[in-house]
C-alpha cells in the first residue's frame, strides 16, 4: 500500500472554528490531492498541489485553504468550520508519471456542529 | 465541471452476472480511469484508459472509451460478491494540466450472493 497516512481519522467540532487535516505521505510523489465526498456527490476535488509551495483550486474551494511546505505534508484548513463542511476528506497522491494513478489515504470524517 | 453523470447510480445483480456501468465527460481528456471503493474505504485504482486507445482488459475487467461521445464503460465480467463497492471513474484535461482530476458521483454495485 501506498504510505499516506490522513490526520485526524475522525473529528467534531463546532461552527466557527478553524480546523486543520494532514496529509504526510512516504513516497515522494510530486502531486497531492484533497477532495471531499458527500452522499450524491461523489468526490469533489478542493485543492491540490503540484510541488512545493505550488497549489491550484479544484472545483470547490471556497472556504478551503491549503499549504504544503515539504514534499511530504499537505494541509487543509478549514479558517471557520461551517456546517455545510460536515464531509468525508480524502488526500490523494500521484507521481505525475504519465501513468496518472491516484493513490488514497483512508480518508477523514469531519463532523461541523 | 469536468465530469458528468455515471449510470445507473446503483446497480444490483445476482453474481456470476456481468455488470456494466457507464462514465460520461464533458471535455477532451489526457485519460480516463477507473477505481473502486468498498465502504468506508479510500478508493483503489482499478484501470487506466489513454485517449487514444478505444478498449483495455485487466482480468475480468474490461474498459471501452468513446471520445466521440464523451463516454467510458466498465464492465466486470463473472461477478462475485466480493464485487460489492462503489465504483468511479475519473479525467483529466487533454490541455493545460493533465494531473488535475475529476470525478464522477459513482455507481453502487451490489452483487448477491
Known amino acids: 500500500d501506498a504510505g499516506i497516512t490522513q490526520s485526524p481519522r475522525h473529528k467534531v467540532t463546532e461552527t466557527g472554528t478553524p480546523v486543520t487535516l494532514r496529509c504526510h505521505q512516504t513516497?515522494?510523489?510530486?502531486?497531492m490531492y484533497w477532495y471531499r465526498q458527500d452522499p450524491g456527490h461523489g468526490l469533489r476535488l478542493i485543492h491540490y498541489s503540484y510541488g512545493v509551495k505550488d497549489t491550484d483550486k479544484g472545483e470547490v474551494s471556497d472556504g478551503y485553504s491549503v499549504s504544503r511546505s515539504k514534499t511530504e505534508d499537505f494541509l487543509l484548513t478549514l479558517e471557520s468550520a461551517t456546517s455545510s463542511q460536515t464531509s468525508v476528506y480524502f488526500c490523494?497522491?500521484?507521481?505525475?508519471?504519465?501513468?496518472?494513478?491516484?493513490?488514497f489515504g483512508e480518508g477523514s470524517r469531519l463532523t461541523v456542529l | 465541471s469536468q465530469q458528468g453523470e455515471e449510470d445507473p447510480q446503483a446497480l444490483s445483480i445476482q453474481e456470476g452476472e456481468n455488470a456494466t456501468m457507464n462514465c460520461s465527460y464533458k471535455?477532451?481528456?489526457?485519460?480516463l480511469q477507473w477505481y473502486r471503493q468498498n465502504s468506508g474505504r479510500g478508493l483503489v485504482h482499478l484501470i487506466l484508459?489513454?485517449?487514444?486507445?478505444r478498449e483495455k482488459h485487466s482480468g475480468r475487467l474490461r474498459v471501452t472509451l468513446d471520445t466521440s461521445k464523451k463516454s467510458s464503460s466498465l464492465l466486470i465480467t463473472a461477478s462475485r460478491a466480493a464485487d460489492t463497492a462503489s465504483y468511479f471513474c475519473a479525467t483529466a484535461a487533454a490541455a493545460y494540466n493533465f494531473n488535475k482530476f475529476y470525478f464522477g458521483s459513482g455507481t453502487k454495485l451490489n452483487v448477491k450472493p
Open positions: 484508459i489513454r485517449s487514444n486507445e
Open positions: 471535455t477532451s481528456i489526457n485519460n
Open positions: 513516497e515522494n510523489h510530486r502531486y
Open positions: 490523494a497522491i500521484s507521481a505525475g508519471d504519465g501513468t496518472g494513478e491516484l493513490f
